[in-house]
């Protein structure tokens, strides 16, 4: 296994929870380096799997396996690429939601505020939009929307006034620019901490990732057998709210199903973590980005 790209989170709980048949289809979201693709053909015999992603730095990290077809798009396309695969419909669908361990290592990506690079971080090179045009060209009330909502920033209006002050005299370009003008707001006990919320939320707001998930959990029910597991991996408090919204009422935004008029709710899915899995502590220690890791699994009713 390919750990130097990227170490699985949450590795047996996940596969445990898709529960593989050996002739079974299964789709992994989020291939990366690979991590669960390797341990899902290590159950499966003449099975099949459909892998997602979109960066081709996973591409190149790819399986050479005849039972693997690899799809180089966002998963937010999960129904029309199974549909041209005629591979519909699946016995479960697995997805990490987090950044690649590579991504973060590979300075020139934009995506760490430990290395000085362009303000990119892309997950597909070929999209034209990167963070610095977030930067630079977004209202005062869109850069304060986007660091409130997917940094989860107090402070989010002060820290625009001083991006907005910046770009007024010249574009902001480098992580390096980015993180000086955030080290103004840091705490100083947890600096670390903030400038990783500030590059989350213009990380999420450049891939459409909010937007990628809600699509890709909506065409889910659609492509899985009845019994189907649905396993999601998620890391932000956003994200996990979405999934478990999803899970107990098939909206992303509903918390609680709609009932019939006898009371009944008219759900989906069943949940089958009733209560959210997490790391072990052994787990967090040799792997510190697991920290905020949050697993949920679901199974697909019968038609509803």
Same mark, same amino acid.
């Given at each position: 296994?390919?750990?130097?790209?990227?170490? %699985?989170?949450?590795?047996?709980?996940?596969?445990? !929870?898709?529960?593989?048949?050996?002739?079974?289809?299964?789709?992994?979201?989020?291939?990366?380096?690979?991590?669960?693709?390797? @341990?899902?053909?290590?159950?499966?015999?003449?099975?099949?799997?459909?892998?997602?992603? +979109?960066?081709?730095?996973?591409?190149?990290?790819?399986?050479?396996?005849?039972?693997?077809? *690899?799809?180089?798009?966002?998963?937010?396309?999960?129904? +029309?690429? =199974?549909?041209?695969?005629?591979?519909?419909?699946?016995? !479960?669908?697995?997805?990490?939601?987090?950044?690649?361990?590579?991504?973060?290592?590979?300075?020139?990506?934009?995506?760490?505020?430990?290395?000085?690079?362009?303000?990119?971080?892309?997950?597909?090179?070929?999209?034209?939009?990167?963070?610095?045009?977030?930067?630079?060209?977004?209202?005062?009330? +869109?850069?304060?929307?986007?660091?409130? =909502?997917?940094?989860?920033?107090?402070?989010?209006?002060?820290?625009?006034?001083?991006?907005?002050?910046?770009?007024?005299?010249?574009?902001?370009?480098?992580?390096?620019?980015?993180?000086?003008?955030?080290?103004?707001?840091? %705490?100083?006990?947890?600096?670390?901490?903030?400038? !990783?919320?500030? *590059? +989350?939320?213009?990380?999420?707001?450049?891939?459409?990732?909010?937007?990628?998930?809600?699509?890709?959990?909506?065409?889910?029910?659609?492509?899985?057998?009845?019994?189907?597991?649905?396993?999601?991996?998620?890391?932000?408090?956003?994200?996990?709210?979405?999934?478990?919204? *999803?899970?107990?009422? !098939?909206?992303?935004?509903?918390?609680?199903?709609?009932?019939?008029?006898?009371?009944? @709710?008219?759900? %989906?899915?069943?949940?089958?973590?009733?209560?959210?899995?997490?790391?072990?502590?052994?787990?967090?220690?040799?792997?510190?980005?697991?920290?905020?890791?949050?697993?949920?699994?679901?199974?697909?009713?019968?038609?509803?």
């Amino acid at each position: 296994m390919n750990t130097t790209y990227h170490i %699985p989170v949450l590795l047996q709980s996940s596969i445990d !929870g898709i529960n593989i048949r050996p002739d079974g289809t299964y789709v992994d979201l989020t291939f990366g380096g690979g991590g669960h693709s390797r @341990a899902i053909l290590e159950k499966l015999n003449n099975g099949r799997l459909i892998v997602f992603d +979109q960066d081709e730095d996973a591409w190149e990290n790819r399986i050479d396996d005849s039972r693997v077809e *690899f799809v180089r798009h966002n998963f937010r396309y999960l129904y +029309q690429f =199974l549909k041209y695969l005629e591979a519909m419909p699946v016995d !479960g669908i697995l997805a990490d939601l987090g950044v690649s361990s590579h991504h973060f290592d590979a300075a020139d990506r934009g995506f760490s505020f430990r290395f000085d690079a362009d303000l990119d971080m892309r997950m597909n090179k070929n999209q034209s939009f990167t963070a610095a045009d977030i930067l630079n060209t977004y209202s005062e009330k +869109q850069l304060i929307t986007v660091f409130k =909502l997917y940094g989860e920033i107090s402070s989010s209006r002060r820290l625009v006034s001083e991006i907005i002050n910046y770009r007024n005299i010249k574009p902001l370009k480098t992580t390096w620019e980015l993180k000086e003008l955030a080290s103004k707001l840091a %705490p100083r006990k947890d600096a670390a901490r903030f400038y !990783g919320q500030v *590059f +989350q939320a213009l990380r999420i707001e450049v891939n459409g990732e909010m937007e990628a998930l809600k699509e890709m959990l909506e065409s889910s029910y659609s492509v899985l057998k009845p019994g189907g597991r649905l396993v999601i991996i998620s890391y932000h408090s956003l994200e996990d709210r979405m999934v478990k919204n *999803f899970m107990r009422t !098939g909206n992303v935004e509903k918390s609680q199903p709609e009932t019939d008029i006898f009371g009944h @709710a008219n759900t %989906p899915f069943k949940v089958v973590t009733r209560k959210v899995i997490v790391p072990e502590e052994e787990e967090v220690s040799l792997n510190p980005r697991a920290r905020s890791a949050k697993l949920r699994i679901a199974e697909r009713a019968e038609n509803v």
